[in-house]
Each structure stands twice: as C-alpha cells, then as structure tokens.
C-alpha cells in the first residue's frame, strides 16, 4: 500500500506541473485550464481516500503515543488543506478563471505550493513511520 501511496503522490505532483504550465501563460487556455483542474481535483479526492483509509485510520491507531498524535496532527491538518482547495475550485468557476487570470494564477500557485509540501511532508515524516506496519484498510 505504501507503493500505492508513493505512485499516487507521483500522478499528483505531474497533474500539478501541468496545471502549473498552463498558468504560466499570459492568457488562459480555458479549455486546458478546466480539464487540469477537473484532474487534479479527481486526483486530490482518489489520494484523500486511500490515505485516511490506509495510512491515518491505521497510524492514529499505532501503539506508539507519538506516532498516533503524529497521525492525527496531519489528519486534522489535512481535512484543512481539503477544505482550501474545495473552496478554491469552488471559488474560481470556468467564467472566474478568464476573467480574473491573474488573480487565478496567483491563488493557484499557492494551492500548489501547498500540495507539493504536504506531500514531502507526508513522505518524509509519515511514511517512515508506516513502514513495517500493516497499511490495509483499518476497520
């Protein structure tokens, strides 16, 4: 499971390249702009689930006292990085998106900022810890 994380992490990181290369473009290709955002969004939700199934449901669980606070510390972190990103894309619609491409830009880049942290984050403080425990869908 910890492989599916890892590769999950992977697809993220491409479709936030390539949502950051549209943006780096003075004018927004509309079409291209909303099709990244609807997969970065899908993926967001995809990785979400398999990592609260798998890595927090069993963490926070974990016998050792400062792993499961650990677990639970991101969890919570997480559920506002979730928060953000759906007020994000519920914020900055099709029509929103062209007519204030900059402001856009701006606002995105910073989503994307904190996606790539939490990721490394999670990888170098987390997954660590869930090496050599069972990361199959805690009950």
Same mark, same amino acid.
């Given at each position: 499971?910890?492989?599916?994380?890892?590769?999950?992490?992977?697809?993220?990181?491409?479709?936030?390249?390539?949502?950051? %290369?549209?943006?780096?473009?003075?004018?927004?290709?509309?079409?291209?702009?909303?099709?990244?955002?609807? +997969?970065?969004?899908?993926?967001?939700?995809?990785?979400?689930?398999?990592?609260?199934?798998?890595?927090?449901?069993?963490?926070?669980?974990?016998?050792?006292?400062?792993?499961?606070?650990?677990?639970?510390?991101?969890?919570? +972190?997480?559920?506002?990085?979730?928060?953000?990103?759906?007020?994000?894309?519920?914020?900055?619609?099709?029509?929103?998106?062209?007519? +204030?491409?900059?402001?856009?830009?701006?606002?995105?880049?910073?989503?994307? %900022?904190?996606?790539?942290?939490?990721?490394?984050?999670?990888?170098?403080?987390?997954?660590?810890?869930?090496?050599?425990?069972?990361?199959?869908?805690?009950?």
């Amino acid at each position: 499971m910890l492989k599916k994380l890892y590769d999950s992490h992977r697809q993220l990181e491409a479709s936030a390249e390539r949502l950051s %290369r549209l943006i780096d473009a003075p004018q927004p290709d509309a079409e291209a702009v909303q099709e990244a955002r609807w +997969d970065i969004g899908k993926r967001i939700l995809q990785h979400m689930a398999l990592e609260d199934r798998h890595l927090f449901a069993n963490l926070v669980r974990d016998k050792r006292p400062a792993v499961a606070t650990l677990a639970r510390k991101y969890q919570a +972190d997480f559920a506002g990085h979730v928060a953000s990103y759906a007020e994000h894309a519920k914020r900055w619609t099709a029509e929103r998106v062209v007519a +204030d491409w900059n402001g856009y830009r701006v606002m995105t880049r910073e989503q994307l %900022r904190l996606l790539r942290a939490r990721i490394n984050q999670v990888e170098k403080e987390l997954f660590p810890l869930a090496r050599g425990i069972s990361l199959n869908a805690a009950h």
